[in-house]
């Protein structure tokens, strides 16, 4: 295009940053956006929020925070597509021990200090990861605050805080938020089932994973390969490894074909009763 004397406008720089930054070429949005500024054309929030966004799924979460401090000194104020891409970043970011959870929650004070209302996504990124890092009263914090502020939480949010209950073993707060999640109707799905019934099979409570497993079929959903290898374990776990043999055929017979992991764990819980042969 340029060889052929046509200069490329900013429609032409945005449209490529934003299929590189899709793609994993970060490094090389980056250079188009300096090369931009070389030219330049005029830099908004949206190209910077997307290439804050590459680097975010990147991994790349130093240079994000980076690239978005330099926003405020060109005059250009984040947005709340800038704020959910940095705070879903920090927190999957797996570096727990640098502060980045510190991070998420400071940079959502400071979201809601400039009146920008989050919305689903930023309350789902922190509750997910509070929940998985064992910090389950904050969990309930970002919760409460998301529903006093008028926004309805939706499957993600109710999933991400009965894992963080099932984390820790604390069933009776696992089905509290299940049953506040259908009374506020919203529909449980398999996920929702299989994170609740693993969690009661860790627990030993096989009684209520196999109460659970039956409602599945109750309210027409499907149990996977996954819940029944959760079950399985949890039936070896407590000493049943004919109904956990028998829970197997029934499986095949439902049409869902044993993994490598379900052959692990029937393997395993066996071993452990004394069923050698």
Same mark, same amino acid.
């Given at each position: ?6 200069? $490329? ?213 499907? $149990? ?54």
């Amino acid at each position: 295009m340029e060889n052929k004397g046509y200069k $490329p406008n900013a429609i032409t720089y945005a449209t490529i940053i934003n299929a590189l930054c899709k793609s994993g070429g970060t490094s090389v949005a980056i250079e188009l956006l300096r090369k931009m500024e070389e030219a330049n054309f005029e830099l908004n929030v949206e190209m910077y929020s997307t290439v804050i966004d590459g680097l975010c799924k990147d991994k790349m979460v130093n240079e994000a925070l980076e690239l978005s401090s330099e926003m405020p000194r060109k005059g250009i104020h984040p947005n709340l597509v800038t704020y959910n891409s940095l705070i879903h970043g920090l927190c999957n970011s797996g570096r727990w021990e640098e502060g980045m959870i510190t991070k998420a929650k400071e940079m959502f004070d400071a979201m809601i200090h400039k009146r920008i209302v989050p919305n689903v996504v930023t309350y789902n990124s922190l509750i997910d990861t509070l929940g998985k890092e064992g910090m389950l009263t904050e969990a309930i914090e970002v919760f409460d605050g998301m529903i006093q502020s008028g926004i309805e939480p939706d499957l993600v949010t109710y999933n991400s805080l009965i894992d963080g209950y099932c984390l820790q073993n604390k069933m009776e707060g696992a089905l509290k938020v299940f049953n506040l999640m259908l009374a506020r109707e919203c529909s449980p799905s398999v996920i929702s089932y299989t994170i609740l019934i693993h969690g009661y099979c860790n627990s030993k409570q096989i009684d209520e994973a196999s109460s659970l497993y039956q409602e599945m079929s109750k309210n027409r959903i499907i $149990p996977d390969v996954v819940i029944h290898t959760a079950l399985l374990g949890g039936l070896c776990r407590v000493g049943r490894p004919h109904a956990a043999l028998e829970l197997l055929h029934k499986m095949r017979d439902c049409g869902q074909h044993p993994n490598l992991q379900t052959y692990a764990i029937l393997l395993d819980g066996l071993f452990k009763n004394q069923q050698l042969s």
